[in-house]
């Protein structure tokens, strides 16, 4: 799986919880620990000038300072530009900060070093800022109706690909039962949310994140329809159940930080 995007959604979900109460707790530092900065070496944040670009801070803890002392509550997640074939556009998608500066856009790039194969930190990522429109900000998703859409466009298409025997269908089945389990199951990206997060919270994040997985994996290998309107659909709802899975991606971050999940 890739990291960009659980990336993105640890670094506002961390920030929501440490902007609630700045003064209780130092910054946080995911480069050091976070699982998605496993293969990171370097993190920056830039804001690009006429002469050129401007740090703004390297690693995280810097970073959320610097939103403190501009005056940031809350950050957003911005994902729907985060497609679904291939490697995600640069700069279709990122980090909505509203500071004294205005709204900005924080768009992840990632850049390899030359290294050996074996370098186990070959990026560099940058955040680079963009100016962005308080009109093309649409409202934010809530949890419990991103939560509803995507268990249920998931649902259709484990019913549809099981109809026509595949067995990646059972996949599907047992990523809708993650919600199920509200978050009790480890599933190896809980540093993505902060520790003190609800379990509903976690449930919903969790399910995303596995329905992410199924959609890229190998299993998908034995998905071979000559028919060319049979695999029309099944792209079709397989992009459904992306674009509902980035809402509530989008609906994890607006509602992390808050006690009551559920009810953002």
Not at 154 to 165: D, K, M, P
């Amino acid at each position: 799986m890739r990291c960009d995007l659980l990336q993105a959604v640890a670094l506002c979900c961390h920030a929501n919880r440490y902007l609630v109460n700045p003064d209780d707790a130092p910054a946080p530092e995911l480069t050091i620990s976070n699982h998605t900065f496993g293969s990171v070496y370097e993190a920056v944040w830039e804001r690009v000038l006429t002469h050129g670009p401007l740090t703004v801070a390297e690693g995280t803890a810097p970073w959320y300072r610097k939103l403190v002392h501009d005056h940031s509550e809350r950050l957003r997640l911005m994902a729907a530009g985060y497609a679904y074939h291939g490697n995600p556009r640069p700069g279709a998608w990122g980090i909505l900060t509203e500071t004294d500066l205005g709204l900005e856009l924080w768009k992840p790039f990632w850049k390899p070093r030359g290294a050996h194969y074996d370098d186990p930190r070959p990026w560099k990522v940058v955040y680079t800022a963009e100016r962005f429109s308080r009109y093309a900000t649409a409202s934010a998703p809530r949890l419990d109706a991103s939560v509803h859409e995507l268990q249920h466009a998931t649902g259709e298409l484990a019913e549809f690909l099981g109809s026509h025997g595949w067995s990646i269908a059972r996949n599907f089945d047992d990523a809708r039962r993650v919600f199920g389990a509200h978050g009790d199951q480890k599933t190896g990206f809980d540093d993505v949310l902060a520790l003190d997060e609800p379990p509903e919270l976690r449930a919903a994040a969790a399910l995303a994140e596995r329905c992410y997985m199924e959609l890229h994996a190998e299993a998908w290998r034995e998905v071979r329809p000559e028919d060319d309107g049979l695999r029309a659909t099944i792209t079709g709802r397989c992009v459904t159940v992306w674009a509902c899975l980035l809402r509530t991606f989008e609906a994890v971050v607006n509602a992390s930080g808050i006690d009551q999940a559920m009810a953002a």
